[in-house]
């Protein structure tokens, strides 16, 4: 038996990378899984993969800043497929990178008002769905940035360290329903974003974007940065019974380059 057989699992922010990842590796373990973003494309172009995988899959226009939508997407997947098990918020904004003093009111509230209310509506949207269903699961992708203080990165890391907050809250109240809430913190997810970063860095510098990316993964315990496909594999736990008595939790997945 597959690890979600039988399971329904809603990710929101599907896209060509985590979301992706995290989408397919949910089909190869038998849930059926509602695709939602933004930009629909990316979910058919998704849900065209699932498909070749033989899992069954509904993509949903999904905005997590607009309660309807958060509504409608939950409401698909239990008109579709009879129950919604698994949340996965994986929607984001990243930020305007800009310091506290550089930065404007409205930039900093447009990354708070997806990376934490964004990602709180779509969980109150979907919470009646999985008490129904029971034994729900709920995982918030996060980020190394939570614990990490950089410059620049102020509005991205204090919406993501009150979504770990909140998702310990959540683990409190949502606990004796049998809701598990917890949350991974990945740090450099290396794919075509990251090694176009590093090819900037590069030519700031002079060097090759190999020696960027050399420095970079000496930080880690592991010495290399992990990609989408194995990060999705800790939220898989997550979304598992192998997580059974695991709630409230942050698991760092970023190869050990930042301890907490």
Not at 170 to 176: I, R, S, T, Y
Request: one cysteine or more.
């Amino acid at each position: 038996m597959t690890l979600l057989e039988g399971k329904v699992a809603l990710v929101a922010g599907v896209g060509p990378g985590m979301g992706r990842e995290i989408a397919l590796l949910f089909a190869r373990n038998g849930a059926d899984v509602v695709l939602g973003a933004r930009r629909v494309k990316r979910c058919e172009a998704v849900a065209a993969e699932l498909d070749e995988l033989g899992c069954k899959a509904e993509v949903v226009q999904l905005d997590v800043t607009s309660a309807d939508a958060c509504e409608a997407a939950v409401a698909r997947a239990v008109d579709t497929f009879g129950r919604l098990d698994v949340l996965v918020n994986n929607a984001f904004h990243d930020g305007d990178f800009k310091t506290f003093e550089e930065s404007d009111e409205a930039s900093w509230r447009q990354t708070m008002d997806v990376n934490l209310w964004g990602t709180l509506q779509m969980t109150r949207s979907a919470v009646p769905a999985l008490k129904a269903a029971g034994n729900g699961r709920i995982v918030m992708v996060n980020s190394m940035s939570a614990w990490r203080y950089m410059v620049g990165f102020g509005a991205y890391t204090i919406s993501k360290a009150a979504l770990e907050s909140a998702t310990r809250m959540l683990a409190v109240e949502l606990g004796p329903h049998g809701i598990r809430v917890n949350g991974v913190h990945p740090g450099y997810i290396y794919g075509d974003s990251v090694k176009m970063y590093f090819e900037y860095l590069a030519s700031q510098r002079s060097i090759t974007a190999q020696e960027v990316y050399d420095e970079v993964a000496a930080e880690t315990c592991l010495k290399y940065l992990p990609d989408a496909a194995q990060i999705a594999g800790s939220v898989l736990f997550f979304a598992s019974r192998l997580s059974e008595p695991v709630t409230g939790q942050s698991l760092g997945v970023n190869a050990g380059h930042w301890l907490h």
